[in-house]
C-alpha cells in the first residue's frame, strides 16, 4: 500500500508522510492470510537456514497484538499448524517490543538449561487492527513476519546481554480502549475507532528516543563495550525522524544504523527481525560483529539486545 494509496483514503500527501515518518509503502496481507500463516512462513525459513528440524524445537515464543483469536494464542495455532510435537508455546503481549522481549525470555530459559532450541517470532497483522480512517495513525503501520532460532551453544558468539523495561504509566499514549473485559467488545464498530490502535504521536516520539537511547547503552555497557565497537544498530522501524534522534543521542552516524521502514513501514513486533534478516541477507553483518536491537512499544515498555554474530 503506497503513500498514493492514502491520499485516496484520508486527508494527507506523499510529502507529508515520508517527511514525517520516512515510510513510501506498506506489505498489506490478503484478508485470507492471518498472523499464524505469516508466522508460520517466518519460522519455516528461519528453521531452514539454522538447519534445524521440527522435533528439535522445544520452546515457541510469539510477540504479537494481533493473534488469530482472543484466545488460543497465535503460538499454539502455529505449534499446530507447524507440527512442533516436543514444544511449549505461549505468546507475549509487548507490542513493538514483543520480539525482544521473546528473546530476554529465550536468553534465560538456555543459559537456565532448561531448554536448548527456541523459536522466537515477532508477527503482526496490524491492518487488522488499524483505523483506516485516522491519518494521525493508519498511514504508519503495515503486516509482516520474522523468526529466529536460539540455540545452546559453547561458542564466545550469541546473545550477550538484553534488557526489558516498562513503565505503565504511559499506557494510554497507545493503546486500545476497546475490547477487552473493562469494556468488551458491543456489537458493530465503534464510531470512535476506539476498539483499534490510537495513539499520541508527539508524546510515544519523546518516550521512544529518551528511552531506547538508554535502553541500548545499556546492554552496551553490560557487554563491557562502548557504542564505537558496535558495527550495526538495528532500532524498531517506527519513524525515520525517531532513529535519526536515536543516532544522535547515542553520537553514531546514520550508515551505523539500519533502515528499512522506507519499504514496510512501523510493522510494530515483526519489526526487529524482519530488518536483522534483511541486514543479513544484506551482508551487512559479518561473522564477530557486535549489533545492538533495540524497540519500544505501547505499554510503554522497551527492550534492547547486544548479539556478537
Ligand atoms: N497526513 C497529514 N497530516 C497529518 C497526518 C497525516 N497522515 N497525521 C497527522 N497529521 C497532522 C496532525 O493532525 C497535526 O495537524 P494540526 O497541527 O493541524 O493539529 C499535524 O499533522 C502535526 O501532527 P503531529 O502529531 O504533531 O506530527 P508529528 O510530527 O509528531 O508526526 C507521527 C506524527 C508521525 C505519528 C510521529 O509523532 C511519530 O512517529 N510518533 C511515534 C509513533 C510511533 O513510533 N509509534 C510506535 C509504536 S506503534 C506500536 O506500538 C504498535
Excluded at 539454522?50 to 515464543?61: R, V
Excluded at 508524546?203 to 550495526?232: H, P, Q, W, Y
Aim: proline fraction near 3%; charged fraction near 20%.
Amino acid at each position: 500500500m503506497t503513500n498514493a494509496d492514502f491520499e485516496k483514503i484520508v486527508d494527507t500527501s506523499d510529502e507529508w508522510i515520508i517527511t514525517r515518518t520516512g515510510i513510501k509503502e506498506r506489505r498489506i496481507a490478503d484478508n485470507s492470510i492471518t498472523t499464524s500463516d505469516m508466522s508460520v512462513a517466518a519460522c519455516r525459513q528461519a528453521m531452514d537456514m539454522a538447519g534445524c528440524s521440527n522435533d528439535e524445537i522445544e520452546l515457541l515464543i510469539t510477540g504479537t497484538v494481533t493473534p488469530d483469536y482472543r484466545l488460543p494464542s497465535n503460538a499454539c495455532v502455529v505449534q499446530e499448524k507447524m507440527g512442533l510435537p516436543n514444544a511449549a508455546a505461549f505468546d507475549i503481549l509487548a507490542a513493538c517490543a514483543g520480539f525482544l522481549g521473546g528473546l530476554s525470555i529465550a536468553q534465560s530459559y538456555i543459559e537456565t538449561g532448561k531448554y536448548k532450541k527456541i523459536l522466537v517470532v515477532g508477527v503482526e497483522k496490524l491492518s487488522s487492527f488499524t483505523n483506516y480512517k485516522d491519518r494521525n495513525t493508519c498511514v504508519l503501520f503495515g503486516d509482516a513476519a520474522g523468526a529466529v532460532v536460539l540455540e545452546a551453544s559453547e561458542e564466545s558468539s550469541g546473545i550477550i546481554s538484553t534488557f526489558v523495561k516498562s513503565d505503565g504509566r504511559y499506557r494510554t499514549l497507545l493503546w486500545s480502549e476497546i475490547g477487552g473485559s473493562l469494556h468488551p467488545h458491543q456489537q458493530g464498530v465503534d464510531p470512535l475507532g476506539r476498539d483499534k490502535i490510537m495513539m499520541n504521536g508527539s508524546d510515544v516520539f519523546k518516550v521512544a528516543v529518551r528511552e531506547m537511547a538508554n535502553a541500548a547503552a545499556r546492554v552496551i555497557k553490560d557487554a563491557g563495550l562502548t557504542s564505537s565497537d558496535i558495527a550495526l544498530f538495528i532500532p524498531h522501524q517506527a519513524n525515520i525522524r525517531i532513529m535519526e534522534a536515536l543516532a544522535k543521542r547515542l553520537h553514531i552516524s546514520m550508515d551505523r544504523v539500519f533502515k528499512n521502514i522506507d519499504r514496510y513501514g512501523n510493522t510494530s513486533a515483526a519489526s526487529v527481525p524482519l530488518a536483522l534478516d534483511e541486514a543479513n541477507r544484506q551482508g551487512r553483518i559479518k561473522p564477530g560483529d557486535h549489533i545492538v536491537m533495540v524497540a519500544f512499544g505501547g505499554g510503554l515498555i522497551w527492550g534492547s539486545a547486544l548479539v556478537k554474530w
